[in-house]
């Protein structure tokens, strides 16, 4: 039944998009990926370049991850980055 209702009657699962943004609706979406792709990378360069700043280990697998989860990985990295300074201070503090 169903079927036949979507066979008889010109749908598309995109009509919707076209309705709101028009024929250019292309242009929407390779703007919104460069975004993100430069967003994505920004991010990831201020992770690795703070990473090394603070003289943290696996500063090459926090670009990685802001590269991957984006604006999620950035708050990552600022909630974790304060216990590594905590960590490099208590051994500091030991070798004195």
């Given at each position: 039944?169903?079927?036949?209702?979507?066979?008889?009657?010109?749908?598309?699962?995109?009509?919707?998009?076209?309705?709101?943004?028009?024929?250019?609706?292309?242009?929407?979406?390779?703007?919104?990926?460069?975004?993100?792709?430069?967003?994505?990378?920004?991010?990831?360069?201020?992770?690795?370049?703070?990473?090394?700043?603070?003289?943290?280990?696996n500063?090459?697998?926090?670009?990685?991850?802001?590269?991957?989860?984006?604006?999620?990985?950035?708050?990552m990295?600022?909630?974790?980055?304060?216990?590594?300074?905590?960590?490099?201070e208590?051994?500091?503090t030991?070798?004195?």
């Amino acid at each position: 039944m169903i079927l036949t209702v979507l066979q008889t009657y010109d749908y598309h699962m995109m009509d919707w998009y076209f309705n709101v943004f028009g024929p250019y609706g292309w242009i929407f979406m390779i703007v919104g990926t460069i975004t993100y792709i430069a967003l994505s990378v920004l991010i990831a360069y201020y992770l690795h370049k703070d990473a090394l700043r603070r003289e943290i280990k696996n500063s090459e697998l926090w670009l990685l991850i802001g590269l991957i989860l984006n604006l999620l990985g950035l708050v990552m990295y600022l909630l974790v980055r304060n216990s590594y300074n905590q960590e490099t201070e208590s051994k500091n503090t030991e070798r004195n």
